[in-house]
């Protein structure tokens, strides 16, 4: 069929040069011809690397077959800026967000209310916005650690003058670290030298070890953060908890419970080396038998997903403690990207 589907002509640049002979032969008359003005060279398959622009008027097979016959990654550039378009207008078409969890909740909960719903801290609210939003579209550590922006471990370290003000401060770069020579102390008086100087020569002497620690930290902080945020599906897979979960029994949560994860295995210890099992170890397994339930107890409690997200909030309170304005001369550089101050 040789039908007209669009009146318009569309226009499908490419390097008609990919084409053969052959192809073009299957093709309706008036299918494809040069542009005006376009570079044309003849179609054959001892045609020169010249590319030519073409244009489509009438075609007997859809517009995408011709396409990724005469430009596939044109093509595939044209499907997707198409789904992009009809996605944007039809809410319907758009990609659902399937992730297994609030990734704010995840990092940045801080205890419970009165109702039991988890207390975000609004700092950590704030960063991970912005780290979403300046990391987006690459999600990956590269672009956390891009729109983070942390302040050189060179500075960090004490090797290089301080140029990062503190994190939500007034003062000029430089002046909440001890510089040499403003000690108080006069030689030969027995007093030690100033504190902060103390603490720039214990950094300097780190030297290297003070700088790799510091930029481990920046590098796993920004790692992890990316896969919580762009991620899910790995966060997943760590073994992330149910939100279903059934009223505990409440001496498996009492402060002074016994029912802890290790449990189990002191009793089995308990039982290999007691001479008298029976009563060496009977008040373990009386507390092995009241636990019976708790989920501490269960198998993979302590899992990977908690060791993961346990450690990198750690770290992200961590940062927000050391960078803290009111810590004085303690405070480290301040962020030049997202702030937690």
């Not at 504190?195 to 790799?212: P, V, W």
């Not at 979960?245 to 449990?263: E, G, M, Q, S, Y």
């Not at 339930?293 to 403690?321: E, R, T």
Request: with cysteine; aromatic share 4%.
């Amino acid at each position: 069929s040789s039908r007209r589907i669009y009146s318009k002509p569309l226009i499908v640049p490419c390097h008609c040069r990919h084409l053969r002979s052959s192809l073009l032969a299957k093709l309706p008359l008036g299918t494809i011809e040069a542009l005006p003005g376009a570079p044309h060279q003849p179609l054959g398959e001892n045609s020169s690397a010249t590319p030519m622009t073409c244009a489509t008027r009438q075609f007997a097979f859809p517009l995408v077959a011709l396409a990724a016959l005469c430009c596939p990654a044109g093509a595939a550039r044209q499907r997707a800026g198409a789904t992009r378009e009809f996605a944007s207008l039809n809410p319907v078409l758009a990609t659902p967000d399937l992730t297994a969890y609030d990734p704010t909740e995840v990092l940045c909960a801080h205890g419970k209310d009165a109702s039991g719903r988890p207390v975000i801290q609004g700092w950590c609210r704030s960063w991970l916005a912005c780290i979403r939003a300046a990391a987006t579209p690459q999600g990956d550590k590269a672009a956390v650690m891009a729109a983070w922006k942390p302040a050189d471990c060179r500075e960090v370290c004490g090797v290089w003058p301080v140029l990062s003000p503190p994190e939500n401060s007034t003062g000029a770069p430089g002046n909440h670290t001890a510089t040499p020579g403003n000690s108080t102390a006069t030689p030969g008086n027995g007093t030690a030298v100033s504190k902060n100087n103390t603490a720039r020569m214990l950094l300097l002497q780190g030297g290297r070890d003070c700088e790799s620690s510091c930029h481990n930290f920046q590098a796993s902080l920004s790692s992890c953060v990316a896969t919580v945020l762009f991620e899910p599906g790995k966060v997943a897979a760590m073994g992330i908890p149910s939100n279903s979960t059934k009223k505990l029994p409440v001496h498996c949560a009492a402060r002074n419970t016994t029912c802890l994860p290790d449990l189990p295995l002191r009793y089995q210890k308990c039982i290999a080396k007691a001479q008298r099992p029976g009563k060496e170890c009977k008040a373990l397994k009386m507390d092995v038998q009241d636990c019976h339930g708790c989920p501490q107890l269960d198998d993979g409690y302590v899992s990977k997903y908690h060791a993961f997200i346990g450690g990198c909030m750690d770290q992200l309170n961590a940062y927000w403690q050391a960078t803290h304005p009111q810590a004085g001369t303690a405070a480290l550089p301040g962020a030049s990207g997202c702030k937690v101050h």
